[in-house]
């Protein structure tokens, strides 16, 4: 039986045991002390990590994880030390103080949601940054906002975070949140204004170490909402990202932080305009291009910096002015050619067939418009239709 010192002092960082037990195990090795402050995971909270040290011969090994058997805690580590010899632990206390923080954190936000919506948390996963919470209720997102302004408060007023053992009977006359059937010593964790819950996990002792308590995500999910949230540093790391591109934005935009949105907004606006007014006078390029070839022979039209829905509507409206063949290309040597080609009333799909096959090209359509791409130098197509259609018009847009 391991003695749990992480209850009897949850910052205790160091500590001196013996060992009771060691064996080998997977890939690895289980080390049973008999004093641990070594949190085994549990409550959603994952296993604590660190180092162990053989006192007598100084010998170092990794703790890698730290679970529970019974009355046991084993620490999984990295190698084996002695049974018998003391030996001294150090804990990993960025990774430990995180999880008290978020999972500190994690009560204070169940605990406001369930007295105002009656909800519960009914799947909390803790991740290497953030967690999530499945709650059994629909909140909207102005709610969500509500409930992280109350838990940030409960922060700023440093509330102390009680810790009460009560026996089965005794927890029988006391309303707390549970995930589950719960038997022999029952820990009941209090955070006044917020949260009463049964819960084994390491907790901050007072609100005010929590720090920052984000909700960054939510979303719809079995009937209820799964969110994610971040405490503490992981909030603090988070928010300092977001800090840092806001930033970046705003020098890019010469815009205040606060009014980088609206900026934003502007932008889209104007490029939107942009858009519509280069797209103007792609269509009077085509208007006149049109004009000019009114009632001419077989024309052969590059357009090379044409997207393939230009290009169509350059081949359609020059259709619409000649009876004659019309065959548009856009595109370079390098990444090749988009084409359409078209007659009116004509059926090119032979003609199409044999380009494709001497120009490496693809594509398809009705007989009397088609459109594909060709693999294939500009030298390489004006030299098969000079030849296949003598006298074409060869003209760029
Ligand atoms: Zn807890």
């Known amino acids: 039986m391991t003695r749990r010192l992480y209850y009897e002092d949850v910052y205790l960082k160091e500590f001196d045991a013996v060992v009771a037990d060691c064996r080998q195990a997977d890939g690895c090795w289980e080390i049973i002390p008999d004093a641990s402050a070594f949190f085994p995971e549990g409550g959603g909270q994952s296993g604590d990590r660190g180092t162990l040290t053989q006192s007598d011969t100084g010998r170092m090994v990794e703790v890698l994880d730290t679970r529970e058997r019974g009355d046991d805690v084993v620490l999984v580590c990295s190698g084996p ?32 949601i369930h007295s105002r919506f009656g909800y519960n948390n009914v799947g909390f996963h803790m991740s290497a940054d953030r967690m999530t919470i499945d709650l059994d209720g629909e909140i909207t997102e102005e709610e969500l906002r509500q409930i992280e302004r109350r838990a940030n408060e409960i922060v700023w007023e440093n509330v102390p975070v009680r810790t009460d053992l009560y026996t089965e009977e005794e927890a029988e006359n006391i309303e707390f949140r549970s995930k589950k059937e719960l038997h022999g010593e029952i820990r009941v964790v209090s955070i006044p204004g917020a949260d009463v819950c049964a819960c084994c996990g390491t907790h901050v002792s007072h609100t005010g170490e929590i720090g920052p308590i984000r909700i960054v995500s939510h979303v719809r999910f079995k009937g209820g909402v799964r969110m994610e949230l971040m405490c503490g540093r992981w909030a603090y790391e988070y928010m300092t990202q977001l800090f840092d591109q806001g930033r970046q934005v705003s020098v890019l935009l010469s815009s205040q932080m606060p009014q980088i949105a609206p900026a934003v907004r502007k932008l889209a606006e104007d490029q939107n305009q942009l858009k519509g007014r280069i797209i103007g006078l792609y269509y009077e390029q085509i208007e006149q291009k049109a004009k000019e070839l009114a009632g001419k022979g077989d024309v052969l039209l590059f357009a090379d910096h044409y997207t393939s829905v230009l290009v169509q509507k350059l081949t359609a409206r020059v259709m619409e002015e000649t009876p004659s ?51 294939a130098y500009r030298e390489s197509i004006i030299n098969y239709f000079s030849e296949k259609a003598e006298g074409i018009i060869i003209e760029s847009v």
């Open 81 to 112: 030390l002695e049974a018998g010899s003391r030996v001294h632990g150090t804990l990993d206390w960025q990774y430990r103080f995180d999880r008290m923080q978020n999972h500190s954190g994690e009560h204070v936000i169940s605990g406001l």
């Open 325 to 375: 063949r019309v065959f548009s290309f856009a595109g370079n040597d390098e990444e090749g050619y988009k084409y359409a080609v078209g007659q009116t009333d004509g059926d090119l799909k032979e003609f199409v067939k044999d380009m494709n096959g001497a120009l490496s090209g693809k594509g398809g359509g009705r007989p009397y418009f088609l459109q594909g791409s060709v693999s």
